[in-house]
């Protein structure tokens, strides 16, 4: 069955891998961050700007996934027409290389998510520590991008 | 780990904010007068309008408080039952001895429990001791005929203080919160402590001391009680080598020091939970932080209503949570 699917099939699918997953990390990212942020607000509205700020960090994953699926689409010529037949071997390795950011994805905006809560705890407490509170969870974005980075150049350093 | 308690923890975060710290008690102390103490509380937002001036309704208010936003963040209270089991077996003893002696003063109940003074008076004078919880049934009964036909007040307190020192341990052990399993065993251990000290200063038996202490992992009751029968250096020699070494040092100074120290050992075992962002202990924490909260001031309240030194106040003013 697997033999059956084209070489288009399989790129299609690691666009909407990286989209997926990375948008299913994010959406949990965002939500369990929204859960503390909700609680805060509701003490203290004030400190709303900064605990938004907070929410929306594991946000990017999946903006990182929606970026690969576009150039992964605009190569093989779905986006933009003029596409291309891909042979199957192409299409498993734009395949592959959609995976980074969709497992990286995944993976690090349910671990922001979790440390925005506990950055959020720091702002609820000490607001004018909110720089600090902030790196927290921006660390974990470094790996979000180092697959981004890897993501995009193997797509658009594939031939087709 | 789980995200259930993500928003009421971040709400208690918030909270947390207004609760005293060491230093907010130090200005409460320094004020010049009770009027005065009253006047700081209020303007900390202590009270409501109904509670001007009258500090008992002032703490029956924020203890309210307290239980109203437990009750808004919707997270079960029956993880809160460990927390109010003192309270109900005191119900429960109220009742049996308002009911044996027919003295029905109904000023001595707890109302913010699952089972009103009305209804165990109900209960106790009806003998339907079987709607009663089952941790408290076979205690209620054996208590109440004990107080009827011997009159001894102390024995039906003890039989029903073990039976609400087992409940609390029991409810530790089925906890899957690892603060409730913490706070149970420093409850009982502290509990058995104090029963060893308040025993060896009058001079109590062997068998009072059993009869009264409840078993637990991080205090062998055997070897406390002998201890206690040894004298006060005994039991001192005892906890210094147990993890309740602090208590020790605390015995050496003063009677309130060890009062102190019997509340703070339990502020200590919640502590951790100011780092914890996943689970219920932050809420359980800060429910026992704020109950700590509202028995300070009510130390401090009374101090300066019978004109107490400063530094004797201070001697009995507990450890704040934040």
Not at chain 2, 119 to 142: C, G, H, W, Y
Request: charged content about 20%; hydrophobic content about 45%.
């Amino acid at each position: 069955m697997l033999s059956s699917i084209s070489g288009n099939g399989w790129a299609l699918l690691g666009a909407a891998l990286a989209v997926i997953l990375a948008g299913c990390g994010s959406a949990y990212g965002v939500g369990v961050a929204g859960q503390a942020a909700s609680g805060v607000v509701t003490e203290d509205p004030s400190k709303f700007a900064k605990v938004l700020i907070m929410q929306l960090l594991p946000g990017t994953q999946g903006i990182y996934g929606l970026l690969v699926a576009f150039i992964t689409l605009s190569k093989v010529g779905l986006l933009g027409g003029g596409g291309a037949e891909l042979d199957v071997a192409t299409g498993l390795m734009i395949l592959g290389a959609c995976l980074p950011i969709g497992i990286v994805g995944l993976v690090s905006a349910m671990h922001q998510g979790r440390t925005s809560v506990a950055a959020i705890g720091i702002v609820a407490k000490k607001p004018d520590q909110f720089g600090k509170a902030m790196l927290f969870p921006a660390m974990v974005e470094t790996y979000a991008i180092l697959a981004l980075l890897i993501s995009i150049l193997a797509v658009t350093s594939i031939q087709v | 780990m789980s995200e259930k308690y993500t928003y009421a923890v971040a709400r208690i975060r918030a909270l947390e904010l207004a609760l005293f710290s060491n230093s907010t008690i130090d200005q409460l102390i320094a004020c010049g007068s009770y009027e005065q103490c009253l006047q700081f509380l209020e303007e900390k937002g202590w009270g409501d309008n109904e509670t001007s001036g009258n500090a008992e309704a002032i703490l029956t208010r924020e203890e309210e408080k307290t239980w109203k936003i437990v009750e808004e963040l919707k997270v079960g209270m029956e993880h809160f039952d460990v927390l109010s089991y003192s309270k109900l077996f005191h119900n429960l003893k109220a009742a049996i001895k308002a009911v044996c002696t027919e003295d029905m003063n109904r000023h001595v109940f707890y109302d913010d429990v699952s089972i009103s003074g009305e209804e165990m008076l109900e209960i106790v004078r009806t003998k339907d001791f079987q709607s009663l919880p089952e941790n408290m049934r076979q205690a209620a009964e054996e208590a109440y005929d004990t107080l009827l036909h011997t009159g001894d007040g102390q024995l039906c307190d003890v039989i029903i203080d073990r039976a609400a020192l087992d409940a609390i341990y029991d409810a530790g052990k089925k906890a899957k919160a690892e603060i409730i399993r913490d706070y149970a065993e420093s409850t009982v251990a502290v509990a058995d402590i104090k029963i060893a000290v308040r025993s060896q200063k009058t001079a109590k038996s062997m068998d009072f001391m059993k009869r009264a202490m409840a078993e637990c992992d991080s205090i062998d009751t055997d070897r406390l009680a002998k201890a206690a029968l040894g004298g006060m250096d005994a039991i001192r020699e005892y906890l210094l080598g147990t993890s309740y070494a602090e208590g020790a040092e605390a015995l050496l100074e003063s009677p309130s020091a060890f009062e102190r120290w019997c509340d703070n050992r339990i502020i200590q075992t919640i502590s951790p939970q100011k780092y914890n962002a996943f689970t219920i202990g932050p809420i359980i924490a800060y429910v026992l932080a704020r109950q700590n909260e509202i028995k300070t001031v009510r130390i401090i309240l009374s101090g300066k209503l019978n004109d107490l030194p400063e530094d004797s106040i201070r001697e009995r003013v507990r450890e704040m949570y934040v």
